[in-house]
């Protein structure tokens, strides 16, 4: 089964741009689709986006499309988000995590109950 540890958070401005990574461990990756969620102080965890376990079909919720970009490494066994034109509101706890999907080349998908200690990402305005 997949283990993953998040890094790559900060302190930065509004505006600035931040590269997340997510470390995973296990030798089936690649057979999952990925997702990056997010929790604020005080709110729930809220899914941010997600791309497949082929690296397609991306798929972003509103107030991050176009700024940021979710890809995967599947021979390194990384997810990366890459985050640009922070805004306050992105500040939050940002975790990776596998998801179960009935094809290879589609998410999000189901939920697996693993997650990482997040990485926190705060951007001042």
């Known amino acids: 089964q997949v283990q993953v540890v998040e890094s790559g958070g900060g302190l930065v401005q509004a505006g600035g741009s931040l590269r997340l990574t997510c470390a995973a461990s296990?030798?089936?990756?690649?057979?999952?689709?990925m997702a990056w969620f997010r929790k604020a102080q005080g709110q729930e965890r809220e899914f941010v986006a997600c791309i497949s376990a082929t690296g397609e079909n991306p798929f972003y919720i509103e107030p991050v499309k176009g700024r940021f970009i979710i890809s995967r490494d599947n021979a390194k066994n990384t997810l990366y988000l890459q985050m640009n034109s922070l805004k306050p509101e992105d500040t939050a706890v940002y975790y990776c995590?596998?998801?179960?999907?009935?094809?290879?080349?589609?998410?999000?998908?189901?939920?697996?109950?693993?997650w990482g200690q997040g990485t926190q990402v705060t951007v001042s305005s």
């Open positions: 296990g030798r089936s990756f690649s057979a999952y689709s």
């Open positions: 995590n596998p998801g179960m999907t009935a094809l290879p080349n589609i998410c999000p998908g189901t939920s697996l109950n693993i």
